[in-house]
């Protein structure tokens, strides 16, 4: 049990008292409006916030939209700052101050290897959690000791993991550091932070850790995640607070993206890897024509409805030649939109969403990979592509755009028009079996770029500079 002070008797106490379980000892309350001061809210005493200093406690937690103003306000009558937490803080602390550890089932002996710890976003089937993961693997697979650590997990996806043989430590506070975590994170030689949500974490134990902050978003993101940054924590929002991180993006997308918010703080990128699967084999159902897939969630961002558009500028004997296959969920708005759409053209499958497991079986029968997205720092489904050995089309507005060479390795086209969509997909079915060869090519871009020994590679020269070891 701690003692805390509460600073705030409005709308975020109504919140604080949905998530208090009663473990903490709560000293008093403090409030900025005097008539408040000597009255009792919820039978806590309210006082003037300049008799903090007469008081013992361990925290004070800031319940309010102007938290900021408030540490600044506490720091000014003389309380430490590390005694200082925003009601989010609070939040995710009281959510789990332990950590729970699943430790590798065959662990090696390599206690002299170097130490790498990998802070993610929640652990799932996405893809910012495949890359922490495969980041893990790479880095272990050239000798270093790697732990994984995220806020939590999906309960599925830790049993997979363990199979993998990583070790992974679920700390709930995340990603706020505790100084129960600061103390842990010293038994690692360097920190990779995957993903700008965790942008408290990053700067805070790049305060005596060094810090490889590895950035996905795309713009969209940061509206919420910036944001939500300027709002609680002002002191990160700007490009001095990073000063002590290597910043590095994921494709020069991402990059850019990072550096509307924080000018010049990445100059380079680290892309990467995926898990070559593909056995050569290729199992086709629609023998007489092209397989065409978007593969993703329907959503504006991911624009399905632009494929739609551009096979509709087809001439009618070349729509025949052509299946189009929209697979990922549909359950939102736009995903009705596109299913009215498609009601009438039998040329077009909506599959719904797929598993790893039947994603891997369908890719056997695509032939050609879309990516219509109206803004991907990378595209997953496009390095996927490429791993399979598949003919690509991709949106200029996609990182990927930067490992296509038009009509050699894949397609290109204009994002957002369906004229040159539908230019690309022309060339593609006169080119009919002809554009095996640029499958191949692109299988050779995935070797080149995209391998996991890729990864590991570059991923462990930058983390040796930071160590000042050099390569």
């Known amino acids: 049990m701690s003692k805390i002070i509460l600073f705030g008797a409005g709308v ?4 604080f008292k949905k998530i208090y379980a ?14 408040l001061w000597g009255t009792y809210v919820d039978g806590i005493l309210v006082c003037d916030p300049s008799e903090i200093l007469g008081k013992e406690f361990a925290y004070v937690v800031l319940l309010s939209a102007k938290a900021y103003e408030m540490k600044e306000q506490l720091i000014s009558l003389g309380v430490v700052k590390e005694k200082i937490c925003c009601f989010e803080q609070y939040r995710f602390w009281k959510r789990g101050k332990e950590s729970r550890f699943y430790p590798a089932q065959n662990p090696t002996d390599k ?4 130490k790498a710890l990998i802070l993610s976003i929640p652990l799932g089937y996405d893809g910012g959690s495949m890359t922490a993961v495969l980041a893990a693997k790479s880095l272990q697979e050239r000798g270093w000791i790697v732990t994984l650590a995220a806020q939590d997990a999906n309960p599925a996806f830790i049993k997979e993991l363990e199979k993998e043989n990583l070790d992974i430590c679920l700390w709930e506070g995340l990603p706020y550091v505790s100084e129960e975590m600061r103390q842990w994170t010293e038994k690692f030689d360097v920190v990779v932070v995957n993903t700008f949500p965790m942008l408290v974490a990053a700067c805070e134990i790049s305060k005596s850790k060094p810090v490889l902050w590895w950035i996905h978003e795309c713009s969209d993101r940061y509206d919420v995640h910036y944001g939500k940054t300027q709002k609680y924590f002002p002191e990160y929002s700007n490009l001095q607070a990073v000063q002590n991180i290597k910043a590095v993006g994921v494709s020069e997308v991402a990059k850019e993206n990072f550096n509307d918010y924080y000018p010049k703080g990445i100059t380079s990128t680290l ?14 159902e629609f023998e007489d024509g092209i397989c065409i897939a978007v593969i993703g969630n329907m959503s504006q961002r991911k624009a399905q409805k632009l494929l739609l558009e551009a096979y509709g500028l087809l001439p009618e004997e070349e729509k025949k030649k052509a299946e189009i296959w929209l697979i990922g969920a549909e359950r939102t708005a736009y995903g009705n939109e596109v299913k009215e759409l498609a009601k009438d053209l039998p040329q077009i499958k909506i599959l719904g969403e797929k598993t790893r497991e039947e994603m891997e079986q369908l890719y056997r029968q695509i032939d050609v990979v879309v990516c219509c997205s109206l803004e991907e720092t990378m595209s997953l489904t496009i390095t996927e592509g490429m791993m ?8 200029t507005a996609a990182g990927m755009a930067d490992y296509i060479e038009d009509g050699k390795n894949g397609f290109l086209f204009e994002v957002g028009d369906a004229r040159s969509l539908a230019d690309k997909l022309h060339q593609i079915l006169c080119l009919g079996k002809a554009s095996e060869s640029i499958g191949r090519n692109a299988r050779s871009t995935y070797e080149e770029n995209f391998k996991l020994e890729v990864l590991g590679e570059n991923l462990e020269k930058l983390l040796l500079e930071m160590k000042g070891e050099g390569v």
């Open 12 to 15: 975020y106490y109504q919140k």
């Open 388 to 395: 399979y050995g598949k003919v690509c089309l991709c949106t």
């Open 271 to 284: 892309p990467y890897a995926i898990l070559d699967v593909w056995d050569g084999n290729v199992s086709k």
């Open 22 to 35: 009663g473990d903490d000892e709560i000293v008093c309350m403090l409030d900025n409006n005097s008539r």
């Open 111 to 114: 206690s002299d290897g170097s």
